[in-house]
């Protein structure tokens, strides 16, 4: 696929394709211990001097919390057809079991009902990393019980949503959780240890399995799994290499998604971690594999790969001299985004999948006189990307629908609120909302089901 929309394609998407944005609840809600919430790790997080850039928190970030109608109106305006958005958990049980905080349910149950009477169909995801301080203090995802405590979670969700909410995802990319807060030490709780970064893995994994399970028994609608998967490009033609390739795949690309559909690990992991990488019990795999009506991709870019001495997988990531780039560091590659469906149907079937994440951080200038702001480049981003999954439908992938991210500018964790991915400007000091030349561009292309690309 040439990187720029042939003139002249019909780029109409399926009927019934669900266009929409995504969001998450530590980066826009603000008040994260209002009406009886416990405190998440993130709070904690934040608060802890060193951990974000410029000391930045998620106490007020966009006061979606307090401004959660007015935001569902400005969806509304913009045409979106879904909204992708994840609950606190410490909102719901501040304690992180037990006791239910109706306070905590009541947002969302109203938050719901709100899109619902807008004609947006709500897509929940339980889990996108802020979880309950409380847990982390009995050991969090190191503490097998965590199992039991996301399956009693979801539960109370389901019990209070379901029916009402069609759309369900258990956790938020567990490679990001693991490798950025077990391994690396950049993201919440904070671990560096390649002792409990597999051991995190494998019980995100099997708390994912008990909430899937748990579904069935009180969910009439879909259950799914939402993963961070990049294509992995060999830099040169060396045995290396391709070795390391291979370790940067199985890394990132199969480490969740094998246990999930296939009930496996890929072999790599072992020689990945070594001596850190424990026997699991088989019984295990049993839990985690569960029917799943969805998988939720998130993308933003692919990896040329080297061997390299990166930790644990042993590979670098090769900047490409022509490439362009974002202000992550994420090359712009939309032909991988197709690479990556492709790879994803040949290897675990015609399982729907949404793209439940895609989106760019740029230099966006500040709100003009009229309220324009002029984002080109996320929208040129955008478009491509958005061809790039016309490719992928074309050749046969069963692609449901696109959560751009993001609705909002927001709290890009440790990075603090200096990311701007939003295709809404937010004015952090007044809260005002602007909706960028990218989500005008968006909503024609939602209006007009792709033609419009
Ligand atoms: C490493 O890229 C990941 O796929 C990824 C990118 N992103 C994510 N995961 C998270 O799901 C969001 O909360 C981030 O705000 C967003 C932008 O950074």
Redesign the pocket.
Known sequence: MSDAPAQGRDFRFPDGFLWGA???A??IEGSPLADGAGPSIWTRFAHTPGMTLNGDTGDVACDHYRRWKQDVALMRELGLKAYRFSVSWSRIHPEGTGRVNQAGLDFYSRLVDELLENGIEPLLTLF??DLPAALDDRGGWLNRDCADWFADYGTTLYRALDGRVKKWATI??P??VTDGGYLHGALAPGHRSRYEAPIAAHNLMRAHGAAAQAYRAEGRHEMGL?V???PKYPAGDSPEDAAAVRRAHAYMNEQFLHPALLGRYPDELKDIFGDAWPEWPAEDFALIRQPLDFVGI????RSVTAAGDSYPQRTAVVRQPLGTYTE?G?EVFPQGLTDLLLWFKDTYGDLPVYI??N?A?FFDPPVAEGGRVRDPLRTDYLRKHLSAIHDAIAAGVDVRGYMA??LLD????S?GYS?R?GIVHVNYGTQERTPKDSARWYSKVIASNGRTL
Do not use: M, P
């Open positions: 995504a969001t998450a530590h980066q996108h990393w938020n990319e490679w990001v939402v961070n998967i990049e998130n993308y933003y870019t992550t994420w439940t994440e989106g951080a991210w993001s927001n709290l890009e964790w990075l990311k991915f």
